[in-house]
């Protein structure tokens, strides 16, 4: 993709510095805490640069950590009373949607500079309380409220497409083994170890047609990315900036019974379509895409919705080792949230910290070859959120 024009580049939005930490289950470590690691490392990549304005990515801290508040909270504790800071909150496509907030405060000129985290401490919680948090993201009149949980939606989903589209057993197994074999060169992912086919064949069904390698662990993690406009830019900056080409979110129905089709992602996309648009690029200009694989079915249904697949086979990307980091359509680079860990709403900033590694090249070992145009999309409850970025590298400024 060419640069654009100077003088188009001048108000465009760039990512400047990221900061993650580990995906895992950190006891001794607070909410604060954890964000405050990769808002430092963030800023550190900027000159310790001082953002106009803080966006905070989260969903359960209300919930699990019985904290509200977090934009003042998190800004204070890094030591930046007086800007601007609020929290944003979308189930799991928090992250994606504070990202957004920040791109349009910078695209219009109203705010230069930025620091985006997404942060969840979910893990000191017992299991039924992080259930009864997670099943917030749907609809509470007409699902939560008869004791379905997020997996046994996914699960409904997934038997649906199963049925629909009459596939094979262990038609999904190439997702699990995609990211595993991602996230075992990820030194932040919670689980690094690979796994084969026959394990994922072994698993134990958590809820039919779902087994264990078919859902995302919840974690504990935080992720921030520092934004600045390009007529701002600081000079010697440690690696180059990358662009945010394009932003784009939208909504179908939360209760799944309500889509006319609940075996189609509507809301993934219509965000990707208009991503597309704004950025100017064509489907097959692509080089990565980082999905919300929360279930192995959202990673199948996002890349038929984004149009890499026709309806009924996207899981035949994964069969055929497409989605690989040498093939067609590489996915969950750092292992996805599958072997990352599900981070809720910080998800989407981690995608974007991702994404930006992959085209700075400073993934390592999981490196996508001449990577120069990433697509990451976060999902919110059973996708009745998408939050879409297209991001790229930046050749002349």
Known sequence: MMA????????DVFIIGVGMTPVGEHWDRSLRELALEAMTAARDETGA?????????????????????LGALLADYTGMRGIEAVAIEAAGASGGMALRQAYIALASGMVNTALVVGVEKITERVTAEVEAALITSSDADYESIHGVTQTALAAMIMQRYVFEFNLPEHAFAGFSITAHANGAKNPKAMFRRPIKLETYQRAAILSDPINMFDAAPVADGAAAIFLARGDVLPANLPFPPVRIDASAAAISAVAVHDRPNPIS???AENAVRVALDRAEINLDQIDFFEVHDRYSIFAALSLEAAGFAAPGEGWKLAESGAIALDGQIPICTFGGSKARGDTGGATGVYQAVE??????????EIQVA???????????????????HILSTVETL
């Open 4 to 11: 654009k024009k100077n003088n188009q580049t001048m108000n």
């Open 49 to 69: 640069m001082r953002p106009e304005a803080v966006y905070v990515a989260n969903m359960l801290a209300p919930a699990l950590s019985r904290q509200s508040h």
């Open 265 to 267: 992602f509507s809301a």
């Open 355 to 364: 994404a930006a590694l992959q085209l700075q090249g400073r993934a390592g």
């Open 370 to 388: 001449d990577a120069r145009i990433g697509l990451i999309q976060s999902l919110g409850g059973t996708g009745a959120t998408a939050a879409t």
